[in-house]
């Protein structure tokens, strides 16, 4: 029974010092994993983790989309704008006359949303503005690098590129690959997480082969070989 009650006290101080070192953990790392919540929130999105949600993201991103390709833009904007006009409208003039009627005065029924904060902070306004700065330089460079030839090879497969994307260009025009970018962001993510294995496969061979051709036109084709790193 002692020993039971001496390994008892022991145990408190290390269950308390690992608790502790939980908390500074917790405390470390709070800054840096609530950067990426944004990033989580659009993963739980593309994965469907919940159903309701996503559907109701996926719908409205789709109805506005299609709608954009029946209407003009500044006529969907307009046809929303008046759709939210008239449920808030409605809704405030209900309010007031139930709250007139049981002469009760809860006051303003968005009272709530009114006094809340939207200003952006400026910190994320300036990081993400230095995001997209960084990356608008990064293509820029790499455009001139693929358009002044520096690497054959390289833009070769650029050229290959827009050839592609003029017969894409043909058949489809700008909102109709939008709504096509939109079904395949919402929709293959889920089926590689179902299918990764057969999929990582097919891609495996595919990467392969186009290794193979790659490397048999650069030893045929003189002046085509990479430069040596």
């Given at each position: 029974?002692?020993?039971?009650?001496?390994?008892?006290?022991?145990?408190?101080?290390?269950?308390?010092?690992?608790?502790?070192?939980?908390?500074?953990?917790?405390?470390?790392?709070?800054?840096?994993?609530?950067?990426?919540?944004?990033?989580?929130?659009?993963?739980?999105?593309?994965?469907?983790?919940?159903?309701?949600?996503?559907?109701?993201?996926?719908?409205?991103?789709?109805?506005?989309?299609?709608?954009?390709?029946?209407?003009?833009?500044?006529?969907?904007?307009?046809?929303?704008?008046?759709?939210?006009?008239?449920?808030?409208?409605?809704?405030?003039?209900?309010?007031?006359?139930?709250?007139?009627?049981?002469?009760?005065?809860?006051?303003?029924?968005?009272?709530?949303?009114?006094?809340?904060?939207?200003?952006?902070?400026?910190?994320?306004?300036?990081?993400?503005?230095?995001?997209?700065?960084?990356?608008?330089?990064?293509?820029?460079?790499?455009?001139?690098?693929?358009?002044?030839?520096?690497?054959?090879?390289?833009?070769?497969?650029?050229?290959?590129?827009?050839?592609?994307?003029?017969?894409?260009?043909?058949?489809?025009?700008?909102?109709?690959?939008?709504?096509l970018v939109l079904i395949g962001v919402f929709s293959c993510p889920i089926v590689y997480e179902?299918?990764?294995?057969?999929?990582?496969?097919?891609?495996?061979?595919?990467?392969?082969?186009?290794?193979?051709?790659?490397g048999k036109v650069q030893a045929k084709v003189p002046g085509m070989k990479r430069k040596a790193?």
């Amino acid at each position: 029974m002692e020993n039971n009650c001496v390994d008892k006290k022991e145990s408190e101080p290390a269950a308390t010092q690992w608790k502790e070192q939980d908390n500074m953990i917790a405390a470390a790392t709070e800054g840096t994993f609530g950067q990426s919540t944004i990033v989580t929130k659009v993963v739980d999105l593309l994965y469907w983790r919940d159903v309701k949600k996503t559907g109701v993201v996926f719908g409205a991103a789709l109805l506005l989309l299609l709608s954009l390709t029946v209407c003009s833009i500044v006529s969907v904007c307009s046809y929303v704008g008046l759709a939210l006009l008239s449920v808030t409208i409605c809704f405030r003039i209900y309010k007031g006359i139930l709250q007139a009627i049981q002469k009760s005065d809860e006051g303003h029924p968005f009272k709530q949303y009114l006094d809340q904060e939207v200003a952006l902070p400026e910190d994320v306004v300036h990081k993400y503005s230095d995001l997209a700065l960084a990356k608008l330089n990064k293509t820029v460079c790499e455009l001139r690098r693929l358009f002044l030839v520096e690497d054959l090879i390289d833009s070769i497969k650029f050229a290959g590129l827009m050839w592609v994307l003029t017969y894409v260009g043909s058949l489809f025009n700008g909102l109709t690959i939008l709504i096509l970018v939109l079904i395949g962001v919402f929709s293959c993510p889920i089926v590689y997480e179902k299918h990764q294995t057969q999929i990582d496969h097919y891609v495996a061979l595919v990467n392969n082969q186009v290794k193979d051709i790659v490397g048999k036109v650069q030893a045929k084709v003189p002046g085509m070989k990479r430069k040596a790193e």
